[in-house]
């Protein structure tokens, strides 16, 4: 945890015991730390806010999928459960964001997602992208520029044995070539 949020060790074990002492986690000593009940229910909270705020500024604000995170993540932290769920009724109840994610209803349900990694598709199958488990803006400006986006539908024509990219093409016959690294981030469906 502290190497990937950039802080020291002994800073990350203080915040742990904060969290737990509020019941937010359950930490145990050199044995690691999950949500406890509390901590989930307000962890799904925050995260329905953030990916209905998504929703909007993408839906109805016109911004593109890779420029929506940092600003709801400012917009996530408004507490008013009035707010959010008059946002969800305004966007008809939205079931995924932009990137796909889930997003919790008022009581905290995420819908059932039957996606799974490009990585693990079978070839010569009709698929259709779902999601993407990267949201950088540079990965999502990469999408943009192979036009590759959620609901495009396709095959895996071939797998590179050298660099293990994929050819894929889509049904209205267009070709693709994409990186092994791009095809770990895609989550799709059999149509």
Known sequence: LAEHTQTKAASVTDMLK????????VYRKYQGVTLSEKGTT???KIIR????????LVKNLGFGWDEIHEIAEELEHINSVELTDR?????????FDPHGDPIPDSRGTLPESKSFSLLDAPRH???TVKSVSEDSASFLQH?????FKLGLNFQIEDQSQFDKSFEL???????LHISLEVARNIMVALL
């Open 87 to 95: 946002l969800d009724e305004f966007l008809e109840f939205p079931k």
């Open 42 to 44: 307000i962890a799904l």
């Open 125 to 127: 199958k009709m698929l």
């Open 143 to 147: 999408l943009d520029k192979l036009n």
């Open 18 to 25: 904060k969290l737990s002492e509020k019941d937010f986690i």
């Open 169 to 175: 093409i889509t049904d209205d016959k267009l070709h």
């Open 49 to 56: 806010k953030h990916r209905l705020w998504e929703v909007f």
